[in-house]
């Protein structure tokens, strides 16, 4: 499946356009520092202001990384199993395979 078919204009938790912040309380928003969702990250640091981009946060990598379910969908459970958050970059990693 294309990157096209999973792109919205706005978050589908707090309605958020692309390019502006989610709001407090959105579920889809994500803690810079750790990469997961930012509503229920208790670590004692800042989380940022995560930016709707259009995806789902990890969709991409999965995609990038041929993590994906049987049925071809973006499999998030393996990216958080399998890859590590890159805060610089804002991205998953996978280092071995």
Not at 3 to 32: Q, W
Request: contains cysteine; charged residues 25%.
């Amino acid at each position: 499946m294309s990157m096209e078919a999973y792109f919205s204009d706005t978050c589908p938790s707090c309605n958020a356009a692309v390019g502006r912040k989610h709001d407090r309380m959105c579920d889809v928003a994500r803690c810079l520092k750790t990469g997961l969702q930012r509503n229920s990250c208790n670590a004692a640091h800042r989380c940022g202001g995560d930016r709707w981009d259009g995806y789902w946060s990890g969709l991409q990598d999965c995609l990038i990384f041929d993590l994906t379910t049987d049925t071809g969908f973006p499999d998030l459970n393996r990216l958080y199993a399998e890859a590590t958050w890159d805060p610089s970059s804002r991205r998953w990693r996978i280092t071995e395979r």
